[in-house]
C-alpha cells in the first residue's frame, strides 16, 4: 500500500496541489480572496493580521504566514501584501521560495489599487494555475504521510471511543515510518503528567510540562482561571464534566507513541515520529499551527459535531455519537458508534481511519473538502499596538 502525491523540489510530498493566494495582512484579504475567485483550483486564506504586531507575536504570524506557504500540499504561491503592514511582503515570498515552488508577489499599494492588483493577479494565478494542472500524481511509501490529530466539540463519547480509535490510527502512521502531531496544550491540563512519561528524554518531558505551566501563566497574567472556560459549556452538556477528565480523553488521539520533540507554534518536525505542538485548544487555531509545520492531513474527532475544514488540507470528521453522525451526516465522514454498541473494538475503528487517511491522501475528497469549509485563523500571542 503506497501513496499518491506531489514530489515537491525541496522533497517534501504533498497529498494536495493548491495555488495558494497568501494575503500578508488584513488589508490585503479581500483582493486575495477576489483573485481565487477568478481562478479556478485556486484559495486563498483569511489572514485577520500581519500588521501593528510585535515581538514574539509578529514572529509567530510570520513564521506561520511561511510555513503554509511550504506547506507540501500548496504547489505555487502568489504572495498579496497592502505595501506598509508590519509583515515583510517580499521577504515573505521569498522564505516561501526557499522551498523551490513557483512564488510571486503583488503589492497593492505599487500596483494602482483593488481593481488594477485583481486584474494583475488574476493574470498571473491563472498562469500558476496551469502550470500546476501539468504535475502529475507519483507513487511514495507510507512514511511520507504526516497526521495531525485534533478533536472538538468534545462529548462524552469522544474520550471513551473516538479519541482511542484516533490514536490507534496515529499508531498505524507511526509504525509505517510516518508523522503524527498532537496539539491543544490546554487540553493537556491535569493530564500532562501522564503524557510526559511518553516523552523520550527527560529534557522533552520538561519541555512538554513547561508549555503547561506557560499557557496556565498566561491566563493568570489576565487574571482569569482557564478552568472558567474549560471545559467549554457544550463540552458539560455533552456529559463532560471537569478538565481533567477532558484531558485524559484528549490525549488518547496520540495513541501510544513515543514523544519525540515538544515544537512551538507553526514549527516543523525535525524527524519522524510523533510530536507535540503548543497551540491553543481553538480548533481552527490549533490546525493552522500544525498545517504551518507541514502537517499533511487532519483526523478530527467530535461528539457535539462541527462542520469546520481548512485552506489546504483534506480533514477527516469522526464521531462515536451516533446522534451527532445522523444529524450532520453531512459534516462527518466516519461513523464510529459501532464502538460503543459493542459491534466494533476501538482498534478496528482506528484501522478504519487509517484506511480513510490512506484513501483520502490518494485523492478521495473529505466531506469538509466537499462543502468548501476553508475556515483560517492564526493564533495570537500578544495584543495589537
Known sequence: MNLWGFRRPDGLFGIR???????????????????????????????????????ADYEQTLRTLIGIGRNPNVGAVLV?????????????????????????????????GTLKTTALGVQVAAQMARTLSMLKREEAPLSELSLGVECGGSDFTSGLAANPAAGTASDLVVKAGGTAMLSETTEFIGAEHVLAKRAKSPEVAAKLLGIVKETELRARQLHVDLRDGQ??????????????????????????????????????????????????????????????????????????????????????????????????????????????????TIEDSGRRIFKEIIEVANGKLTKSESLGHQEFGIFRIGPTF
Open 80 to 112: 498579496v501584501g497592502l505595501g506598509c503592514e508590519g509583515i515583510p511582503i517580499l521577504h515573505t515570498a521569498e522564505e516561501i521560495a526557499k522551498s523551490g515552488k513557483p512564488v510571486q508577489s503583488l503589492i497593492i499599494q505599487e500596483h494602482g
Open 231 to 344: 471545559p467549554t459549556p457544550g463540552n458539560i452538556a455533552g456529559g463532560i464534566s471537569s478538565i481533567e477528565e477532558k484531558s485524559l480523553g484528549c490525549i488518547y488521539k496520540a495513541g501510544h507513541s513515543t514523544i519525540q520533540d515538544i515544537l512551538a507554534y507553526g514549527e516543523a518536525p525535525q524527524g519522524k515520529g510523533l510530536y507535540v505542538m503548543d497551540t491553543p485548544g481553538q480548533d481552527v487555531e490549533s490546525m493552522i499551527g500544525m498545517l504551518a509545520g507541514g502537517i499533511q492531513i487532519i483526523v478530527f474527532t467530535t461528539g457535539r459535531g462541527t462542520p469546520t475544514g481548512s485552506p489546504i488540507a483534506p480533514v477527516i470528521k469522526v464521531t462515536a455519537n451516533a446522534d451527532t453522525y445522523l444529524n450532520m451526516a453531512d459534516n462527518i465522514d466516519l461513523d464510529l458508534s459501532p464502538i460503543l454498541s459493542g459491534a466494533e
Open 17 to 55: 496541489n493548491h495555488l495558494l493566494i497568501l494575503p500578508t495582512s488584513v488589508c490585503a484579504t479581500t483582493v486575495a480572496a477576489n483573485i481565487a475567485a477568478q481562478v479556478p483550483g485556486a484559495v486563498a486564506i483569511a489572514n485577520q493580521h500581519g500588521c501593528c504586531q510585535l515581538g
